[in-house]
């Protein structure tokens, strides 16, 4: 009897694990059928308009109490008004079937207090599924019968699956997409699509195509731009995202799922992402930055092989092309990060931006560039394009520089108000483009605008300790771990120098008080934008930091208080 005694308390405790699994495990999805093609999920709506009102006070003291205010509004969203018999501190959800001969069906499947004071405040025109506290209703009956087969075991409920699942159920705001389902449904479209797109392209010539351009390699590139879409589109598998209030920032997560062992899901294992270390090298508080990682060399070959497939009568840049496409077989990349701000001072422009290459040999990619480089001019209708190259111009320490510039002129009859010309004087300086070119052993540096020293202060940032602190940093922990790719900017302080910049160059049609505008402080905060692939699918995260919330208002604010004082001085 006693060595029966543990064998017996683990089937108990074996027993309640399943008696709990089995309680999660019946819930609102139970409720919804596996041809679901849509469902949307808000979790308890009690807490998460507490959660928006909270996110909104930070930016703005009081507008919370506003938002929370709103509230009841959500009942017309499950179309009851007056949230008779609604349990808001559950989850609420609705469900979307495709037709392809009108609008979709929806079922709402919500948690309620009272099932039968929830039937009377929704009223007529809708029928009803119920299981527990949850109802399932639709003014269709028919999908409110799919709801009730699934109640009584007779079919299939939706199953998410771990990662969209999870996805789904971490977020605030989320919602289910079954592409499966709906690419099956619209199978017949997707290949209509297809012969459409071939239709419409057997009377394309070179009447339609650019000056230079070869009009057949032209068709073709488009007809394989086309087809790839529709078969991503056919190798996709399910998606979700969600919306999350957090204590600092407001974050979007996305999923795309495609099925195993087709193109896309290949194409994804082929680019993993990485930490994207780089970022922390590179200057610090700038505007805005691009991380990227991926296969940089099959995507640089794949573009030149399509310039010199489209390029109709110019022989010598094409075969300048293939030269350069198939010497970068010599080049191993890793990732590439892109900085840029913007100067308000000074006449060389206003654009000042920073790349670093990983590659090795540095020096080689160098000498491809050189190479591309020296194509020298190119010309348009409208357009001239002047490229000089002066090989190791300048010195920096135990690095040489190439100065590479481009200038551009358009012609009266391309640009009459002479707006474009502006436009690239305002950016980058009267004497055209001018980049700057280092290369290390693994390393190429590019760096436009802001002179010699904004390569000094890049080859210094380079040399030094990788950023341990600081906005930049703090961004990139909003961001995907392993990623693909990191874009951030600081929108307001973007904003602001931006407005300087205009107003600087007397190209607006109304003066703006650049000094005043100067003097505005807003804290660093980047909009930050990351995605990453995954096995069978590739994630995308967006963080809105409230920082950046709170410096729209105090642009707002100086706005407001300008307007006061134009009025104030009977402007």
């Not at 069906?105 to 099932?115: A, G, H, I, K």
């Not at 159920?169 to 289910?176: A, G, K, V």
């Not at 391309?414 to 055209?432: H, N, T, V, W």
Request: with cysteine; aromatic share 6%.
């Amino acid at each position: 009897m006693l060595m029966l005694r543990p064998f017996a308390a683990s089937l108990a405790v074996i027993a309640t694990l399943f008696s709990t699994v089995q309680a999660i495990a019946d819930g609102p999805l139970d409720l919804i059928p596996s041809d679901a093609a849509i469902v949307v999920r808000l979790k308890s709506p009690e807490g998460t308009i507490a959660k928006v009102g909270n996110f909104a006070n930070q930016i703005q003291p009081g507008i919370g109490f506003l938002v929370q205010g709103q509230a009841p509004a959500l009942g017309i969203a499950i179309s009851n008004p007056t949230l008779g018999g609604v349990d808001l501190k559950n989850d609420w959800y609705v469900a979307a079937f495709p037709k392809k001969d009108g609008e979709p069906d929806v079922v709402f499947v919500v948690p309620s207090t009272d099932s039968d004071a929830m039937k009377e405040a929704v009223g007529p025109g809708f029928t009803y599924a119920v299981k527990g506290d949850w109802v399932a209703y639709s003014m269709n009956p028919a999908a409110t019968k799919k709801s009730q087969a699934c109640i009584d075991g007779k079919a299939k409920s939706l199953n998410l699956g771990r990662r969209a699942g999870g996805l789904f159920n971490e977020n605030d705001i989320s919602i289910f997409v079954n592409i499966a389902t709906l690419t099956g449904a619209y199978a017949e479209e997707l290949d209509k699509a297809e012969d459409e797109l071939a239709r419409g392209l057997e009377n394309f010539d070179e009447s339609q195509a650019p000056p230079g351009v070869n009009a057949k390699a032209l068709r073709e590139m488009i007809q394989t731009f086309g087809k790839t879409a529709l078969q991503a589109v056919r190798d996709a598998d399910a998606f979700a995202a969600g919306v999350t209030f957090g204590e600092e920032a407001l974050t979007i997560d996305e999923l795309l799922l495609v099925k195993a062992g087709s193109d896309s899901s290949k194409f994804l294992a082929a680019n993993p992402g990485s930490e994207l270390a780089l970022l922390g090298k590179v200057p610090q508080g700038e505007l805005g930055y691009v991380a990227l990682d991926m296969d940089m060399s099959g995507f640089i070959k794949w573009g030149l092989g399509l310039a010199v497939s489209i390029m109709d009568g110019n022989e010598d840049a094409a075969k300048q092309l293939e030269i350069v496409s198939k010497s970068l077989e010599e080049v191993k990349f890793g990732s590439v990060v892109t900085a840029f701000g913007l100067n308000t001072e000074g006449d060389d422009g206003i654009l000042r931006t920073v790349s670093v290459t990983e590659a090795t040999p540095a020096s080689k990619l160098r000498s491809l560039v050189r190479d591309f480089s020296k194509l020298g001019a190119i010309s348009s209708p409208g357009i001239k394009q002047e490229i000089t190259v002066k090989e190791d111009a300048e010195t920096y320490g135990k690095h040489k520089a190439d100065l590479v510039t481009v200038k551009q002129e358009f012609s009266p009859e391309a640009d009459p108000l002479g707006i474009s010309q502006q436009m690239m004087d305002l950016f980058y300086g009267k004497e055209g483009a001018t980049q700057r070119v280092v290369s290390t052993d693994s390393l190429m540096i590019q760096t436009a605008g802001g002179g010699q020293d904004t390569m000094k202060a890049t080859l210094a940032s380079l040399e030094g300790p990788a950023a341990t602190s600081g906005a930049v940093v703090d961004a990139r922990k909003l961001a995907l771990g392993k990623s693909n790719l990191v874009a951030m900017i600081d929108l307001p302080n973007f904003l602001l120098k931006g407005a300087v910049a205009a107003g600087k160059s007397g190209m607006l049609p109304i003066p703006l008080p650049t000094e005043e505008i100067a003097k505005i402080k807003i804290p660093v905060s980047y909009l930050v934008i990351s995605v990453g692939t995954e096995p069978d699918g590739l994630r995308a995260k967006t963080a809105l930091p409230i920082k950046m919330f709170k410096g729209f208002m105090e642009i707002q604010k100086f706005v407001q208080q300008m307007q006061q004082n134009q009025l104030q001085n009977g402007f």
